[in-house]
């Protein structure tokens, strides 16, 4: 694939999509994806607790989640979170040295991680599914938490690498499996009014006890967790639905086209890349919202292309999710 | 305990240390009848003072001090491209640094992730603005210290308008002057400028950059979760303010520009 464009080669693609109808070399629609295959599950990385990989043309991104049980009285966090990590493939991106390709997974990076960090200071009511997410990590409040390794991996950027890296992220935490804990209290066997008096160390079972904010009082008594069944089994993650997505658009000064390709991508002089995070009723909310490139634009063509992108966004999150749900429920 | 780590050129703290424990004060409320901590309203943003000349030996360099919020900037700019592939435009290089003390928490002397994330974001700023066609075969170094930091989104936009100053200032051809503004988003409405604590009590931030002289944006970065009028109405309020801040950039570079010629004269 050509790295960089000549100035004729660049004219050649903005010329066509710019003519009507606007023509693109792959002859898609300029609103058109290309075919989006999804493997998710044990096929794609069996030790992980979810995992998927999605393909766009070109462009192929692995993201694997693997959870690990962090003790929270030794940390700053204080309760379940998110960390992210992207990884390219040298061959991803051949053309370029080592430190540019550390600057794109910095960039990936710092997208993804920012999406998936929650405001904890936040003091607005309306919970977000980070928090949602966040209670099904909870072990032992204030004690222990899972903390949720993301990791994604680009192994070819045949381009539009944000809405795939979003993609798999959101179809690798759509499978996650969260084992289900109980929490476990030792009691002192010579106090009175105590149900076991078999051994020193009694195991009570404190059942959805810790699940009410209310009863923390109780609760900070479990001393520890065990696992009730086996470790890929378990409930999914809640709030996945809202797990957010990207929509990359490619702008012009008169149109704007959708997953571009490599070629496109570099020959266009502004993208715009949107995350959306839809609500079960559907109502669209922004996750976040990069401008990239050397090109500018006017305000009002701006904001019409936040509403533009929500319909996309719509249309794609459909998709995708219809496909998650006959592969895995 | 000797740690594989320990380094006795460095000051290194106690073996042992405990974390003072402070008193539970009653938190300062951040708004109170439509003020902010600080007196101002809603939709305003701190004061600045912006001035350019601060670095001697660079081509440019400004700085720019909101609150708390204290930049410095300095341009080195255009440079010559050597070991490199020739190139029919410049390249912009945008570098921050944040000083040790410049944060609550002691930023370490190398280079951290969230340089690289802050210095993305102002040379999105500024990219459109530079007409790097002029510049063949050169680059465009932009080097930005952040002194002292309250609140991260205006230390994006303080930074952004302090770099284009400066590179007015180096005299490299722009197309307009970068100002930039930033918002949070919270249940009482829309606050213009946030700091820190402002920031963290807030549902998201947006901000916005772009040349008023020409009415285009050239940079919209958003965070947390907003809906979408909110997000309309965030940028709505950015952008109502683009003109005073535009004002206060000119101003600068007017007043440089008037210091420089008696200079001249005398």
């Known amino acids: ?329 | 305990m000797a740690q594989p780590s320990f380094d006795r050129r460095r000051v290194n703290g106690p073996e042992e240390s405990f974390p003072p424990i402070f008193p539970d004060l009653p938190a300062e409320p951040l708004v109170t009848n439509g003020k902010r901590r600080d007196g101002r309203a809603l939709n305003d943003v701190r004061p600045i003072f912006l001035q350019t000349g601060l670095i001697s030996q660079a081509n440019g360099s400004a700085y720019i001090e909101t609150g708390n919020t204290k930049i410095a900037c300095a341009v080195y700019a255009p440079r010559q491209l050597k070991n490199a592939q020739y190139s029919d435009v410049g390249r912009l290089n945008v570098e921050v640094k944040f000083a040790p003390f410049s944060s609550k928490i002691r930023r370490a002397h190398l280079r951290d992730v969230e340089d690289r994330s802050i210095g993305q974001l102002v040379y999105q700023s500024l990219l459109p603005a530079v007409q790097l066609h002029l510049f063949p075969k050169s680059s465009i170094d932009v080097f930005i210290t952040i002194i002292e930091n309250d609140g991260l989104e205006s230390c994006v936009a303080s930074a952004s308008m302090a770099a284009s100053t400066a590179l007015a200032d180096a005299g490299i051809e722009m197309l307009g002057m970068v100002v930039s503004c930033c918002s949070a988003i919270n249940d009482d409405g829309i606050w213009l400028d946030p700091d820190t604590a402002e920031v963290k009590a807030s549902r998201g931030t947006l901000l916005l950059a772009g040349l008023p002289a020409l009415g285009t944006i050239t940079n919209l970065w958003q965070a947390g979760q907003i809906t979408s009028l909110d997000a309309l109405r965030c940028i709505d309020a950015c952008h109502e303010r683009f003109k005073d801040l535009h004002d206060v950039v000119i101003d600068a570079l007017m007043q440089s520009n008037r210091a420089k010629q008696a200079q001249a004269l005398s």
Not at chain 1, 219 to 230: G, P
Request: proline content about 5%; hydrophobic content about 35%.
């Open chain 1, 1 to 329: 694939m050509a790295t960089i464009l000549s100035k004729a080669e660049k004219s050649y693609i903005v010329t066509s999509l710019t003519s009507s109808p606007p023509l693109r070399q792959d002859g898609r629609a300029p609103h058109d994806y290309r075919i989006i295959s999804v493997i998710t599950g044990d096929e794609v990385a069996p030790l992980a607790n979810g995992s998927a990989k999605i393909r766009v043309g070109g462009t192929e991104v692995v993201s694997a989640v693997r959870l690990e049980v962090e003790d929270l009285t030794s940390t700053d966090a204080h309760k379940g979170r998110i960390r992210c990590n992207v990884t390219c493939s040298p061959a991803a991106y051949p053309h370029l040295n080592g430190n540019q390709q550390d600057d794109i997974q910095s960039d990936l990076t710092s997208i993804l991680q920012a999406t998936f960090t929650s405001n904890d200071g936040s003091t607005s009511t309306t919970p977000t599914f980070l928090h949602q997410m966040s209670e099904t990590l909870t072990i032992l409040p204030g004690r222990k938490a899972w903390l949720l390794n993301l990791d994604a991996v680009v192994l070819s950027d045949g381009g539009n690498v944000y809405d795939v890296l979003f993609m798999a992220c959101r179809a690798a935490l759509w499978n996650t499996r969260v084992p289900k804990t109980r929490a476990v209290e030792y009691r002192d066997p010579t106090q009175k009014g105590v149900a076991g008096e078999k051994t020193i160390n009694n195991d009570v079972e404190m059942t959805d006890l810790w699940k009410s904010s209310v009863q923390t009082k109780k609760a900070t008594k479990a001393a520890d967790f065990e696992l009730e069944d086996y470790w890929d089994h378990g409930e999914p993650l809640a709030g996945r639905a809202r797990c957010p997505i990207a929509i990359t658009l490619n702008l012009l000064p008169t149109v704007h086209i959708l997953d571009a390709t490599r070629t496109e991508e570099q020959a266009v002089p502004l993208k715009l890349v949107i995350i959306y995070s839809f609500s079960q009723d559907g109502d669209a909310c922004f996750a976040g919202m990069r401008m990239l490139g050397p090109g500018d634009l006017p305000l009002e063509y701006l904001k019409g292309l936040l509403g533009e992108g929500e319909k996309y966004a719509k249309n794609l999150i459909l998709s995708l999710d219809s496909q998650l749900k006959t592969q895995w429920s």
